[in-house]
């Protein structure tokens, strides 16, 4: 994985944590970055949300560090902005950089005090071991019931030369981000000036984490940011932009399947595809309507090639469309057809679906030209025992 230069990564284990996992991060630019964000939707927000859109408008859009803590959302508490400053103030002390130029991110437990001794009194430590090399390590340490680590990465030909992007994110359930996603962050050394990231950010947000539901929530921390360092030397100019945002919307796709296909109990990664809508999104509420039925979920849990479900979640959706010029197929298999059930050998589809990865396609047949592509996953009794014993 070829990361882009000029930044440095750390973490460690603070104690916010119940057990010793490193629960505390540091991502750093070794100058100051071009930084858009985009963030949660949810009227509950958290407030290192609210303090990082502060930041952003204070400091012009450039930032230096951004400081993760996993383990407690600092959220729906007491101290909760008084925290958030603390911390920020502390880090760019020890960083000597402006406050407004460090960023805060918080994931885990709502409504728990969130102890900002226990940040404060680990900054030197790590900052001390801030690194090129730790950008796993930071994946890692941001990940609350995650089991494995998300990463991305993409080289791209710009100007004279080339310029890297990488990203990583976190998350496995309350994960409907409509925005972002629970913590993403994607860097790139290339320079890129503030208004121009912030259009590139949105447009790749909407192609990914904007196209990616486990359990229909959006969290209260959902957090997603793009910073551009310029350490390359290579400026992408306006011959550039088109072919960058397209390795930036393909690394922030990927990332976005990783969190689908680790949701919470979940065993099967589902990509659903929809088309022939009036307009794109059409096609993209039919598709999320599709992804977010419990009942659609469960039978592909249960490899039930049950067609009738997501016809009935399209149909939920709100968007007007002809059920008999409606086509559905799963696994490549048409099971209906103009709204019908079709010929189909049951048995040996539900041998298709008992794979790890399932396609689910809806095609209204007609002169709409609205189509989307949508990841989630399934829906196991995994899911109720992780979260029914979350905060135990």
């Not at 930044?7 to 104690?15: E, K, P």
């Not at 910073?227 to 990332?255: C, P, W, Y």
Request: proline share 4%; aromatic share 4%; glycine share 10%.
């Amino acid at each position: 994985m070829k990361l882009p230069s000029g930044y440095r990564y750390a973490s460690l284990y603070a104690g916010i944590r119940k057990y010793p996992k490193d629960d505390l991060a540091f991502l750093t630019s070794d100058v100051p970055a071009a930084c858009a964000g985009v963030f949660t939707q949810n009227r509950v927000q958290a407030a290192p949300v609210r303090l990082c859109k502060a930041n952003l408008k204070a400091g012009n859009g450039m930032v230096r560090a951004v400081l993760v803590n996993a383990g407690n959302a600092n959220c729906a508490t007491r101290s909760g902005d008084r925290v958030a400053l603390a911390t920020c103030r502390a880090a760019a002390k020890t960083l000597g950089v402006p406050a407004a130029q460090v960023l805060v991110a918080s994931t885990g437990v709502i409504g728990v005090e969130l102890d900002g001794k226990l940040i404060t009194k680990a900054l030197p430590q790590l900052a001390a071991a801030l690194s090129p090399d730790s950008f796993r390590a930071v994946s890692e340490a941001i990940m609350t019931t995650d089991t494995r680590p998300k990463t991305s990465s993409a080289e791209v030909s710009a100007g004279n030369g080339a310029v890297n992007i990488a990203g990583m994110t976190k998350g496995a359930g309350m994960i409907m981000p409509m925005m972002a996603t629970t913590l993403g962050f994607v860097m790139t050394d290339a320079a890129i000036a503030v208004g121009r990231l912030r259009g590139m950010l949105r447009e790749a947000a909407e192609e990914s984490f904007n196209r990616l539901s486990v359990d229909g929530d959006t969290s209260t921390n959902d957090t997603l940011l793009l910073l551009a360092n310029g350490a390359s030397g290579q400026k992408i100019g306006a011959r550039d932009e088109g072919h960058f945002t397209d390795a930036l919307t393909h690394v922030m796709q990927d990332l976005a399947r990783q969190i689908a296909r680790d949701g919470e109990g979940a065993k099967k990664l589902i990509t659903i595809q929809v088309s022939g809508t009036r307009t794109k999104e059409d096609a993209a509420r039919i598709a999320r309507a599709i992804a977010n039925s419990p009942l659609v979920k469960t039978a592909i849990a249960g490899s039930d090639p049950n067609w009738g479900r997501i016809l009935s979640a399209a149909g939920n959706s709100g968007v007007p469309f002809d059920p008999s010029k409606t086509d559905v197929v799963l696994q490549g298999v048409t099971v209906c057809r103009a709204g019908l059930a079709a010929r189909f050998s049951e048995p040996a589809l539900k041998n298709k679906l008992d794979g790890d990865e399932v396609t689910i396609g809806v095609f209204i047949n007609g002169s709409g030209r609205g189509e989307s592509r949508f990841w989630t996953c399934d829906f196991t009794e995994d899911y109720i025992r992780i979260n029914a014993s979350y905060r135990t």
